[in-house]
């Protein structure tokens, strides 16, 4: 793996919630009206090398899909630049540009992100179609090319999504994500609805599809044992910041944030021996609401080891060890590569 390929420089996006009909009323009688931002991601800035798998790891809300979505060119950021290859795709305030094509995702839900209207074969060819990358007379074997490589039958191409499993219906969503020939592929949970028996084979295909094609990859989950599985790096975010981000065994081994030490220890845990029975330790509290997060540092709340400089200064990734960063005050910086 060599320098970085993919940048996030930055990046920060709030959305702003539409004044319903009931407030306009109330504001025109004179109650104030009070319009808060969500802030979904806030200042985050991190790379991922040409090959590399990132994983990205936090609690619902914490802005993980609204960063995938921003790297795809799905969401325009408010702030910060998006860069592959050192082009950038995204830049605060503007659409992304015509070179997004290099980034394609998998989403969570594959009963919801194929058209149940369109065949199999149409859905898969679309995207390839419409950009060039084949022409309609050779689409048939470039789509049963596709099937193929994910392990589907090539003659499933005139059939439609109802007649496929959810693990089938997710490789027909990756074989989607394939055809556009990315440079990179962001997986937006792409197991977590899947049944456990299923969940291994499309992520032992993950793992074999980015040796075959020598893809990067942003792969974004909650399950701490599926990103530690797939991942050479793992980022953690909590309330739209990087709290702490390193190789992998790192992380898991040598955690440096209170915030992804809380995570691991809230991670069930079967011990057998001795007849002791299953126990772990959840994160005390709930993640703070995005439209009024604390000040400081965000953990803070629910933090058992937050100092008063916590509460009222936001912590920068500081280096703790190579190639390993946490965001927290109570970390000792290392100097040097």
Request: charged content about 20%; aromatic content about 4%; some cysteine.
């Amino acid at each position: 793996m060599s320098e970085a390929f993919v940048t996030v420089d930055g990046v920060s996006r709030q959305f702003v919630p539409q004044v319903s009909l009931g407030d306009r009323i109330a504001a025109a009688l004179g109650s104030p009206l009070e319009q808060r931002a969500v802030r979904a991601v806030e200042d985050v800035s991190l790379t991922v090398k040409r090959g590399e798998v990132l994983g990205l790891v936090g609690e619902s809300g914490s802005g993980k899909s609204t960063l995938g979505r921003m790297i795809c060119g799905i969401i325009v950021p408010n702030a910060g630049v998006v860069q592959i290859d050192g082009k950038s795709v995204m830049t605060g305030g503007r659409r992304p540009r015509k070179n997004t094509t290099r980034v394609q995702m998998i989403f969570q839900d594959p009963y919801a992100s194929l058209d149940p209207r369109m065949r199999v074969g149409d859905t898969i060819a679309e995207g390839p179609i419409a950009h060039g990358l084949v022409r309609k007379a050779e689409a048939l074997a470039y789509v049963q090319h596709w099937l193929r490589r994910v392990g589907l039958d090539p003659d499933a191409a005139p059939r439609y999504p109802h007649q496929f499993s959810g693990g089938q219906r997710q490789r027909i969503a990756i074989a989607r994500a394939l055809a556009m020939k990315p440079d990179v592929l962001v997986c937006d949970e792409p197991v977590a609805s899947l049944d456990v028996s299923i969940q291994a084979q499309i992520l032992n295909l993950f793992l074999a599809l980015r040796r075959e094609l020598s893809l990067t990859m942003l792969f974004i989950s909650h399950h701490l044992g599926v990103v530690r599985h797939v991942s050479d790096r793992v980022a953690i975010m909590y309330l739209g910041r990087i709290v702490e981000i390193g190789a992998a065994d790192t992380i898991y081994t040598n955690p440096q944030h209170p915030y992804t030490r809380a995570l691991l220890a809230s991670v069930p845990q079967l011990v057998l021996e001795d007849d002791s029975t299953v126990s772990f330790t959840p994160i005390p509290g709930e993640l703070p609401s995005p439209m009024a997060p604390p000040p400081g540092c965000h953990f803070h709340l629910r933090c058992g080891v937050a100092e008063a400089r916590c509460r009222v200064e936001k912590p920068a990734l500081r280096r703790t060890a190579p190639h390993h960063e946490a965001a927290c005050h109570l970390v000792t910086e290392v100097r040097g590569s």
